[in-house]
């Protein structure tokens, strides 16, 4: 099933609390499996700040229903192979 969650370019996630943490933990991550609510808080954080720069991270889900968090390096990869094979 496919999430999604919100993180800025800073790294930092959403949590339920409506508070951005660093080294977030799957309990505690803002997750949505629709997509026009997670644009819906998209939306609502970035009027709270404009300078944040939030977007929608779309993950998969564990067994319990919770995102998988990727790592950053996994990103960075991914997007390096699209990129490589655009060319």
């Known amino acids: 099933m496919k999430l999604y969650i919100l993180k800025t370019r800073n790294n930092l996630v959403l949590n339920k609390n409506c508070e ?20 819906n808080q998209l939306i609502e954080v970035n009027a709270q700040d404009t300078a944040l ?17 990727v790592s950053d390096e996994v990103i960075v990869e991914d997007i390096e192979s699209n990129q490589s094979n655009a060319a």
Request: proline share 5%; net charge negative.
């Open 20 to 39: 951005w943490s660093a080294e977030p933990h799957r309990d505690t991550v803002f997750f949505t499996q629709h997509k026009d609510i997670a644009l």
């Open 53 to 69: 720069r939030v977007f929608m991270v779309e993950c998969e889900s564990d067994s319990k229903g919770r995102p998988i968090l």
